[in-house]
């Protein structure tokens, strides 16, 4: 299995609703990873896990919250978003060897 | 702390070729590079360590000058497939660390 899962792929969310993201990977990678993509722009990094412990938070807003269950599954949980964190989520996993994305969860917040 | 890449667009005509590339001011251990087609997820191309040798396969290969902290991307006799955004990325350590994308150059590829 080469795929990396993530679910799901769309998701509207008022402001005050509480959601989770979910990604999964099955080939055994070290490394996860939730990039944020805004039309027309790179990925811009958010969050790295490394053997299941976050070893990165890029300066994030507290209402992007990852958690890592397994070396398999990281979720994000979304709670109090803005109009402005509407945009593609994306999920990697990596092993050292270039990184492996997931098709992404287009997200809008309204 | 992105790496930047040249140029911002590209548009061909099939069986031309292109190249671009990325530079940074801080000194890399790896460059990736991607390919992202419209409403799709980034797809791998090839990696380029620290130490090694240019890399590619058939008509797309790179080349990575440590002193100089620039990698090119080659794209050679290209194909309507070769459509999309370019992204190079960076690692600046062989631990899992932060991984930041180029800017990205987008290339257009016509009949």
């Known amino acids: 299995d080469t795929e990396v899962t993530q679910t799901p792929k769309h998701l509207v969310m008022g402001m005050t609703n509480k959601k989770s993201l979910k990604c999964e990977q099955h080939?055994?990678?070290?490394?996860m990873y939730w990039y944020k993509q805004k039309a027309k722009k790179p990925p811009e990094l958010m969050f790295v896990?490394?053997?299941?412990?976050?070893?990165i938070n890029e300066s994030v807003p507290s209402r992007f919250s990852p958690e890592c269950p397994n070396s398999s599954l990281l979720n994000l949980h979304l709670h109090a978003l803005q109009p402005e964190d509407s945009a593609l989520y994306l999920c990697?996993?990596?092993?050292?060897?270039?990184?492996?994305f997931g098709s992404g969860t287009r997200l809008t917040v309204v | 702390q992105q790496p930047v890449q040249s140029p911002q667009a590209v548009i061909l005509r099939e069986g031309e070729d292109a190249v671009i590339n990325c530079s940074s001011s801080?000194?890399?251990?790896?460059v990736h590079w991607y390919r992202q087609k419209h409403g799709e997820a980034p797809v791998f191309l090839m990696i380029?360590?620290?130490?090694?040798e240019q890399k590619g396969h058939e008509k797309i290969s790179a080349s990575f000058n440590e002193k100089k902290q620039q990698s090119s991307l080659y794209l050679t006799a290209s194909q309507l497939s070769y459509s999309g955004t370019y992204f190079c990325?960076?690692?600046?350590?062989?631990?899992?660390?932060?991984?930041?994308f180029g800017s990205g150059t987008k290339l257009n590829v016509k009949p």
């Open positions: 080939m055994g990678h070290r490394a």
């Open positions: 896990y490394s053997y299941e412990k976050l070893s």
């Open positions: 990697a996993s990596g092993d050292g060897e270039g990184y492996t």
């Open positions: 380029l360590l620290k130490g090694g």
């Open positions: 801080k000194a890399l251990y790896s």
């Open positions: 990325g960076t690692d600046n350590s062989h631990v899992f660390n932060k991984f930041y």
